[in-house]
C-alpha cells in the first residue's frame, strides 16, 4: 500500500473521530486545550491500537484466506465506508460535554471498531503495520483536537460532510484493492 493510499485511509478513519469531536466542542461552554488534548488522545490511540489488533487477527489467518484476501479488504472497506455514508446522513448523536474516563472511553471504542476490520485487512495486504498505525493514530490525535475547536467556533455543519466523505473514499479504496487484484495481478 503506497503511503498516499495509507494516508486517505488515516484521514478516512478518522472522521467519526472528527465527528464526535466536533459534537464535543459544541457541548463546552468554555473550551481550554486540555479538551483538545484529551480528544486527541483517546480518540488517537484507539485508532491506533484497533489496526494494531486486527492486523494481529488477520496474520494468524492469512494463509487459510490469501486467495481470497481482495475480496475480504474490498467488502470490509466498502461495508466500513457504507456504514460510515448512512451514520452521516442519520440523525445527529447525542454528545454531553463531559471529557471523563467513562465518557470518552466508549467513544473511542465506537469511533474505532471499523479501524479493526481496516487491520484485518493490513495483514492480508501485508501493510507494515507500525508506520501505519503510527500515521492512523497521529492523524485521527490531530483532526479529533482539531474538531473540538472547530465544534466550539463553527458548529456542527462539518460533521457529517466529514463522515461522507470518509465512507466513499474507503468505498474508492476496496473498489482500488479489488481491480489491481483482479486485473493486474496485483
Known amino acids: ?5 495509507l494516508f486517505l485511509v488515516a484521514v478516512s478513519l478518522s472522521m467519526d473521530a472528527f ?3 466536533v459534537c464535543k466542542g459544541l457541548s463546552v461552554k468554555k473550551l481550554r486545550p486540555r479538551h483538545c488534548a484529551t480528544a486527541g488522545l483517546y480518540f488517537g490511540g484507539f485508532q491506533a491500537l484497533m489496526p494494531l489488533l486486527g492486523w ?5 489467518f492469512e494463509s ?13 472497506l466498502a461495508l466500513i465506508g457504507a456504514n460510515m455514508i448512512r451514520e452521516a446522513l442519520g440523525d445527529e448523536e447525542d454528545v454531553n460535554d463531559s471529557f471523563s474516563f467513562k465518557t470518552m472511553l466508549p ?9 479493526l476490520a481496516v487491520g484485518v485487512t493490513f495483514a492480508f495486504l501485508e501493510v507494515q503495520i507500525l ?5 492512523i493514530g497521529c492523524t485521527t490525535f490531530a483532526l479529533s483536537a482539531a474538531g473540538v475547536k472547530i465544534g ?15 465512507g466513499v473514499i474507503l468505498i ?12 493486474f495481478g496485483g
Do not use: C, Y
Open 152 to 166: 466550539n467556533v463553527f458548529g456542527s455543519g462539518l460533521q457529517s460532510k466529514a463522515e461522507i466523505a470518509g
Open 107 to 115: 467513544l473511542a471504542v465506537a469511533t474505532s471498531i471499523d479501524a
Open 19 to 21: 465527528a464526535v469531536s
Open 131 to 135: 508506520p501505519a498505525i503510527l500515521l
Open 1 to 5: 500500500m503506497e503511503i498516499w493510499e
Open 56 to 60: 494481529l487477527l488477520g496474520r494468524q
Open 64 to 76: 487459510l484466506i490469501k486467495s481470497i484476501d481482495h475480496w475480504i479488504a474490498f467488502v470490509l
Open 172 to 183: 474508492l479504496l476496496g473498489i482500488k484493492i479489488l481491480i489491481e487484484h483482479l486485473f
